[in-house]
């Protein structure tokens, strides 16, 4: 009886890791282009069951006016805490920005940092 008992309990802990192997990253990327305009651009997201944490990044590019532009968001399901970085350049008139945010709903407090340069 006791035997048994041990069997039935391995069975379900080997079937509940086996379960648990199953959880695997997600991730998805796509791009673009325009051939009459030459302008680019390209998204991608991602997100791990095993860390909660998931991220999303774009990027475009137009080579007629030299124009760059990328982003990212993060987010941490659980810490709650939620990212967000964005930059643009200018190569032209010499501009370029970054803009950067985060956010923790726990504390309810966030962070603010951003760049200009001419």
């Known amino acids: 009886m006791i035997i048994s ?58 080579p007629y006016t030299g124009n760059a532009h990328s982003a990212q968001t993060y987010d941490n399901t659980r810490t709650g805490t939620q990212g967000e970085s964005k930059s643009y350049h200018n190569p032209y008139t010499g501009a370029s920005a970054n803009v950067q945010k985060a956010y923790n709903p726990y504390t309810g407090k966030s962070a603010y940092h951003y760049s200009y340069r001419r």
């Open 5 to 62: 008992l041990k069997r039935i309990a391995s069975l379900a802990v080997l079937f509940g890791l086996s379960q648990t192997a199953s959880l695997q990253a997600q991730y998805y990327s796509t791009g673009g282009y325009n051939p009459y305009t030459g302008t680019s651009a390209r998204a991608a997201t991602g997100y791990n069951p095993y860390t909660g944490v998931g991220r999303t990044g774009v990027q475009s590019y137009n």
